[in-house]
């Protein structure tokens, strides 16, 4: 069930990070990047994931140790659980990658990529080359 699980919040967000980097012009993309939905399922099935680990005990209660939060991700449950915090909180990185860069007039491709296989990595990228183009900024200078 948890490989289930696994595979279903892995395919959930498949259809944002695909329109975003293959059709970032599209009406249908424009949508689903101002859409809340996908953030209140992906956060529900966490929430819920959370809660049923907590509650059954394999995560240990919660102890916020680095012994006990090892253990937890050693558990099938505890490790789908981090899981859905990681696609969530990555989708929501990209997401508003995608909106600051159209702002910016960034091309966001390559800083999806990264954000969607090494979340920190691509966000860095891309906030060191936002921060290179702020500098021309004429609102920004005057401040």
Same mark, same amino acid.
């Given at each position: ?14 259809? /944002?990070? *695909?329109?975003? !980097? !293959? ?7 424009? =949508?689903?990047? !101002?859409?809340?939905?996908?953030? /209140?399922?992906?956060?529900? /099935?966490?929430?819920?994931?959370? !809660?049923?680990? $907590?509650?059954?005990? +394999?995560?240990? &209660? ?6 006990? $939060?090892?253990? +937890?991700? +050693?558990? +099938?449950? &505890? ?9 969530? $909180?990555?989708?929501?990185? &990209? ?13 966001? &491709?390559?800083?999806? #990529? ?6 920190? #990595?691509? *966000?860095?990228?891309?906030? *060191?080359?936002?921060? =290179? ?11």
């Amino acid at each position: 069930m948890a490989e289930v699980l696994f595979t279903l919040l892995n395919v959930l967000p498949l259809p /944002i990070w *695909l329109s975003m !980097l !293959l059709f970032p012009r599209a009406r249908f993309t424009q =949508r689903l990047v !101002l859409s809340y939905w996908p953030y /209140i399922v992906l956060g529900g /099935i966490y929430t819920l994931l959370l !809660l049923t680990v $907590l509650f059954t005990g +394999s995560a240990g &209660g919660l102890d916020l140790s680095f012994e006990a $939060l090892r253990l +937890s991700l +050693s558990n +099938s449950w &505890g490790f789908v659980v981090a899981w859905a915090h990681f696609i969530t $909180l990555d989708l929501f990185v &990209g997401v508003w990658l995608f909106r600051d860069a159209k702002y910016w007039g960034i091309n966001p &491709g390559i800083f999806l #990529l990264l954000t969607l296989f090494a979340g920190p #990595l691509g *966000l860095g990228a891309y906030l *060191l080359l936002r921060e =290179r183009k702020a500098k021309n900024d004429p609102v920004r200078v005057l401040n």
